[in-house]
């Protein structure tokens, strides 16, 4: 009779517990043993900050999957508050401590590794405090909540203006609570490109919540956050710096860490040892587009890691192609997302790119209640294939960085983005959605048949430089020095005012009436035109 194989899962979440179901519907007979340190076998972690701001009002919904269910459900033994301290692969063993503080060896055919990762804890005098939190699981989350029900603070401090850092501002905003967010880098959202996180921390500004950027913390108390030469009151301090994998098992049991500081894995999830597996956010796998080897601690990439290692543990056959990191924030009025590369990110990847950037409404202009969408296009030179995009704005950011995504692992193009087919009514979108548009400016640049250049390659060197706003907005939002206003609608009856000697810079507020003015100016005969990419919106943003 054929022995069943054993499965054995070190830790439960997005990772173990999708991995643990995978491996059962491919293999019925299978042994599969999860062991979790702690009280909750899986859980929704990205949903912690919106109970602690109140929208999830019922605690039990967090708690996707008991023991009990996963037993019924999939026949998975399951022991919470059982920590794996040791892995002998000669024997193909774990060392188990259990509750009460006995410990004994668990034999396994396959192991799968998902411990994720836990929130970095700089060495900031007093970051032991009882006002000082990390937010990581349930009881991470519950310390969190009793606070502030006991406590009740009337400020907060966020150190770290990542994902994590705006949900939970966010979260204590909705409280009533004064949140200062503490970034060490020039911006909030460092993932994104200065232009998008400038323009996000504008909008976000002058409404309720505070930011010191360039700034690092220098020391916590139960008052409050020294920062430079800077004190910033806080009742509450949350720690929200980044994450390090949880890899101290697998380096033990001399298992090759990556370049990242995860397990290094191939692309069925098999680490160095080819009966261990690793997933989630401790694991290194690959990007999708570069094939560079990355770590993207992320709910999504985590589970189906997990589903592909489950599989594979049970004898099935499946690859996994890596990931683009897609990600997407919501804080107060405003959201944004990434998905792909960013600029800097195309840069130190060797790749010759280009981007643009365009402002749009998120619906017909002419249906009530439409905001602004700003677009970031990075594509490839010369070919046009995109390699990342980020947005920002209040509707329908969502839907569009996953069009965004789908199209950047399909290997598409600026110019497939023009033909995209997207639905269409006045509260949902334009005849010309945003993502189409997007492709016709980046097709503009590709295919180079109107000279332009962005605000950050812009260097002054004695151009004419022509304004054609209105003169209305010119007194609203400023103006370039030395430029010259000409409205767009008197242009073609002032072009005996513009030189034909010089090279003549066009902008506008977002770009596309530059680049009208533009194609104008080239129809009547000025041979050196440039179009400011972005307009003067985006000057402001990278001139800051």
């Known amino acids: 009779m054929k022995t069943s194989r054993k499965i054995v899962i070190v830790g439960g979440v997005a990772g173990g517990a999708s991995a643990a179901a995978r491996a059962r519907r491919v293999d019925e007979n299978a042994e599969i043993h999860i062991f979790e340190r702690g009280p909750y076998i899986s859980f929704a972690n990205c949903g912690l900050p919106y109970f602690i701001g109140g929208e999830i009002e019922d605690r039990s919904r967090l708690l996707i999957m008991t023991p009990e269910k996963m037993w019924a459900r999939s026949r998975v033994h399951t022991h919470v508050n059982c920590e794996v301290i040791s892995i002998d692969r000669a024997l193909k063993t774990v060392r188990v401590r259990r509750p009460e503080g006995s410990e004994e060896d668990v034999a396994y055919d396959k192991l799968i590794l998902s411990q994720g990762a836990r929130p970095i804890v700089p060495p900031i005098p007093g970051a032991e405090l009882p006002n000082v939190f990390t937010l990581r699981d349930v009881p991470d989350m519950d310390r969190i909540v009793d606070f502030l029900e006991t406590r009740q603070p009337k400020t907060a401090a966020v150190i770290g203006g990542g994902f994590i850092g705006l949900e939970m501002a966010e979260a204590f905003h909705r409280l009533g609570i004064h949140v200062t967010i503490i970034e060490k880098y020039p911006h909030i ?51 929200s710096v980044g994450v390090k994998a949880e890899i101290g098992l697998a380096k033990d049991a001399g298992i090759e860490i990556g370049v990242t500081g995860g397990v290094r894995t191939n692309a069925r999830m098999e680490s160095s040892d080819p ?123 969502d839907k569009r960085i996953d069009v965004l995504s789908t199209a950047i692992l399909g290997r ?133």
């Open 189 to 239: 959202l460092p993932l994104l490109d200065d232009d998008m996180a400038m323009d996000l921390q504008n909008h976000l500004c002058g409404r309720g919540v505070d930011f010191k950027v360039a700034a690092e913390a220098r020391a916590l108390s139960s008052h409050g956050v020294d920062i430079d030469d800077t004190f910033v009151p806080a009742e509450l301090i949350l720690l």
């Open 275 to 397: 009966d261990i597996y690793a997933v989630g956010d401790a694991a290194e796998t690959t990007h999708a587009l570069t094939g560079a080897r990355t770590r993207i601690p992320l709910a999504g990439p985590a589970n189906r890691q997990g589903r592909i290692a489950g599989a594979n543990a049970a004898g099935g056959h499946f690859t996994y192609t890596g990931a683009l990191g897609t990600s997407i924030v919501r804080m107060m009025h405003m959201t944004a997302a990434t998905t792909g590369l960013s600029t800097t990110q195309a840069a130190r990847a060797g790749l010759s790119f280009f981007s643009s950037v365009t402002r749009d409404n998120s619906h017909a202009g002419y249906y009530p209640g439409s905001k602004a969408t700003v677009i970031k296009v990075i594509a490839e030179e010369g070919t046009g294939r995109l390699l990342g995009a980020q947005i920002i704005g209040e509707e329908g950011i």
């Open 412 to 544: 598409m193009s600026v110019f497939d983005l023009e033909n995209l087919d997207l639905a269409y009514a006045p509260p949902f979108g334009s005849a010309n959605d945003p993502i189409n548009v997007a492709g016709f400016v980046a097709d503009h640049i590709v295919r180079g048949d109107i000279a332009s250049i962005s605000p950050e390659d812009w260097k002054r060197n004695g151009e004419f430089l022509l304004d054609v706003r209105d003169r209305e907005e010119v007194a609203r939002f400023g103006g370039l020095l030395e430029a010259v206003n000409i409205p767009l609608t008197e242009l073609r009856d002032h072009l005996d005012e513009l030189p034909r000697d010089r090279k003549i810079l066009v902008f506008c507020q977002k770009g596309q009436r530059g680049y009208l003015a533009a194609c104008a100016l080239k129809g009547s005969g000025f041979d050196d035109v440039v179009n400011l990419r972005g307009g003067y919106a985006q000057v402001q943003l990278t001139n800051r």
